[in-house]
């Protein structure tokens, strides 16, 4: 497996110690939040000559929005500077609320993610949906519903551990056994009194998640993706000493 970071940052001082450190702690990637590239949508070139050539910087790309035309558009404009900054994915959240869908809908959703995603891979680029708690997918049977109607092979899945047991999905470990076959990243966060805690702090059973990565030779990314108010120094570090002894 393959161990990134990701975390946001509170300007560019913060962001600068994000790309110079992340290699010392341990971790071969990051995975950036929108407000660390997304005014550089139009200008990868400046985004490279300003922050970093290396593409390790860049592995993945998390964005958020809808699938309406301007959506769609921005998507694709996401796209085309992952591909320009050497990133290997796109993780994708539907930022469209739960309630009131129906299978329809999310099956729908399925659809043109997988068209979309078939553009991406044209270009070099994974497109990965990044399940969440009050979007389309987001309960047990909505990951059935949206992964019968896509192409798996042009829209992957990155498990959220968190976000899975905020929703309500407490069997972790079977969720991602379930769907290895589309799982291409997976973010770890732990969570406990309904907010993000560092990995061991919280409620969820980690261990019986990295066993069952290891029964299934899972070979993706996996992701810190620390959001808590901790120091990004110490967010990194602690972390990578807690993946470390599980791997």
């Not at 993945?60 to 796209?79: E, F, K, M, N, W």
């Amino acid at each position: 497996m393959k161990i990134a970071f990701s975390k946001p940052t509170a300007g560019p001082e913060e962001q600068r110690l994000l790309f110079d450190r992340f290699r010392e702690a341990g971790y071969a990637g990051l995975q950036l939040k929108g407000g660390q590239y997304g005014s550089y949508l139009d200008d990868p070139e400046a985004f490279r000559n300003e922050w970093s050539r290396d593409s390790a910087c860049t592995t993945g790309l998390i964005t958020g929005g809808t699938l309406d035309p301007d959506g769609l558009a921005r998507l694709r404009s996401t796209i085309e500077f992952a591909s320009a900054v050497g990133s290997e994915r796109i993780v994708f959240c539907h930022g469209v609320p739960r309630e009131g869908l129906s299978d329809t809908d999310i099956a729908g959703f399925a659809r043109v993610l997988s068209e979309v995603g078939r553009e991406a891979a044209d270009q070099g680029i994974a497109l990965s949906l990044h399940h969440h708690y009050n979007q389309p997918v987001m309960h047990r049977r909505d990951f059935d519903v949206f992964f019968d109607a896509a192409d798996h092979s042009a829209v992957h899945l990155t498990v959220d551990t968190a976000h899975l047991v905020k929703s309500g999905v407490t069997d972790v470990a079977g969720l991602v056994s379930d769907f290895a076959s589309v799982i291409d990243n997976l973010h770890l966060k732990d969570f406990a009194d309904g907010e993000w805690r560092l990995l061991g702090e919280g409620v969820i059973d980690l261990d019986g998640l990295f066993a069952t990565l290891g029964s299934i030779d899972y070979r993706g990314w996996l992701c810190v993706d620390e959001e808590t108010s901790t120091g990004l120094v110490h967010a990194m570090d602690v972390s990578m000493e807690y993946v470390r002894l599980r791997i």
